[in-house]
């Protein structure tokens, strides 16, 4: 300890040992520092600017969000705007295009705790960490969320994070193309309005997993996006040995997956979060 991760300054500027202690996935913790002023959007600021609701973008949102939440009420769009952000995705985008000569480019759903969400415009929205949230910790204490939002150098959020129905396709982020897969994970809504983010998400050569994982937590510690064969009933496709892959699609089995082990609506699960740039805060009631 003492010595700042290289990987900061690198060309990817994320460490994913940042937030994992190694409970469970030892190897993925890391052995350096990870201070807060060597955060690639340390010092960042973001604006909120507010979309007419007279608006084409306006009712384009609403639409989707009534596709699948029909009695919901959009009560504010406000459009993201963190310079920060943007260039980290632009550049994460440029890297996997040029490793795979291409990059699958989708809008998604992001739904989590209310009072989250100033951190995650900031920050980006982070892959989970394997450490619990302490309640007497300042930033991730109160906030309903099940692993904390801080880093490994926290003094409160030591606890180990273990699996309770929760991060089935391992310690990602976790996005939808459904407007109501995404509203279950909300939590702490603000006197009945709850919140939402419409995000552009780089999924670059995503991995489609199509069929049931063999137990329920068979996924849950992965860390990174890596072969998951081991913990599938079934393969839909191979693992690219040679380039890899940047992100797991998870095919919505409609009502055929076993109980506990698939999922009905399509998961989009992220590793990095600089293939993540938040577009539209959603605010709304249902």
């Given at each position: 300890?003492?010595?700042?991760?290289?990987?900061?300054?690198?060309?990817?500027?994320?460490?994913?040992?940042?937030?994992?202690?190694?409970?469970?996935?030892?190897?993925?913790?890391?052995?350096?520092?990870?201070?807060?002023?060597?955060?690639?959007?340390?010092?960042?600021?973001?604006?909120?600017?507010?979309?007419?609701?007279?608006?084409?973008?306006?009712?384009?949102?609403?639409?989707?969000?009534?596709?699948?939440?029909?009695?919901?009420?959009?009560?504010?769009?406000?459009?993201?705007q963190n310079l920060a952000l943007e260039k980290l995705y632009e550049e994460r985008r440029r890297f996997i295009h040029d490793k795979q000569g291409f990059a699958v480019e989708k809008?998604?759903w992001h739904g989590t705790s209310c009072e989250a969400l100033p951190t995650l415009l900031r920050h980006g929205l982070q892959p989970p960490s394997d450490t619990c949230p302490s309640?007497?910790?300042?930033?991730?204490?109160?906030?309903?969320?099940?692993?904390?939002?801080?880093?490994?150098?926290?003094?409160?959020?030591?606890?180990?994070?273990?699996?309770?129905?929760?991060?089935?396709?391992?310690?990602?982020?976790?996005?939808?193309?459904?407007?109501?897969?995404?509203?279950?994970?909300?939590?702490?809504?603000?006197?009945?309005?709850?919140?939402?983010?419409?995000?552009?998400?780089?999924?670059?050569?995503?991995?489609?997993?199509?069929?049931?994982?063999?137990?329920?937590?068979?996924?849950?510690?992965?860390?990174?996006?890596?072969?998951?064969?081991?913990?599938?009933?079934?393969?839909?496709?191979?693992?690219?040995?040679?380039?890899?892959?940047?992100?797991?699609?998870?095919?919505?089995?409609?009502?055929?997956?076993?109980?506990?082990?698939?999922?009905?609506?399509?998961?989009?699960?992220?590793?990095?979060?600089?293939?993540?740039?938040?577009?539209?805060?959603?605010?709304?009631?249902?």
């Amino acid at each position: 300890r003492g010595r700042v991760c290289p990987r900061l300054a690198g060309p990817s500027r994320y460490c994913r040992g940042w937030n994992i202690r190694g409970h469970a996935a030892w190897h993925w913790g890391c052995p350096y520092d990870h201070p807060e002023d060597a955060r690639p959007t340390h010092g960042a600021e973001y604006t909120l600017e507010q979309i007419p609701n007279t608006t084409a973008k306006f009712d384009e949102i609403q639409t989707e969000m009534r596709r699948s939440m029909p009695g919901a009420r959009v009560l504010r769009v406000q459009r993201v705007q963190n310079l920060a952000l943007e260039k980290l995705y632009e550049e994460r985008r440029r890297f996997i295009h040029d490793k795979q000569g291409f990059a699958v480019e989708k809008e998604l759903w992001h739904g989590t705790s209310c009072e989250a969400l100033p951190t995650l415009l900031r920050h980006g929205l982070q892959p989970p960490s394997d450490t619990c949230p302490s309640e007497a910790c300042p930033t991730s204490g109160g906030k309903g969320l099940c692993t904390t939002l801080c880093g490994t150098g926290c003094q409160h959020c030591t606890q180990e994070h273990h699996w309770n129905r929760c991060h089935m396709y391992g310690l990602g982020v976790y996005l939808a193309d459904v407007a109501a897969k995404s509203h279950q994970y909300v939590r702490k809504p603000t006197r009945g309005e709850y919140s939402m983010l419409w995000c552009r998400v780089c999924l670059g050569n995503p991995y489609l997993v199509e069929g049931n994982l063999l137990s329920q937590s068979a996924l849950h510690d992965t860390c990174w996006c890596q072969d998951p064969s081991e913990g599938l009933e079934s393969l839909a496709e191979e693992w690219s040995v040679t380039k890899g892959h940047d992100a797991y699609y998870v095919k919505g089995l409609s009502g055929k997956q076993k109980h506990g082990l698939g999922v009905f609506n399509n998961e989009y699960i992220v590793f990095q979060p600089y293939q993540i740039l938040p577009l539209y805060r959603v605010d709304y009631t249902c």
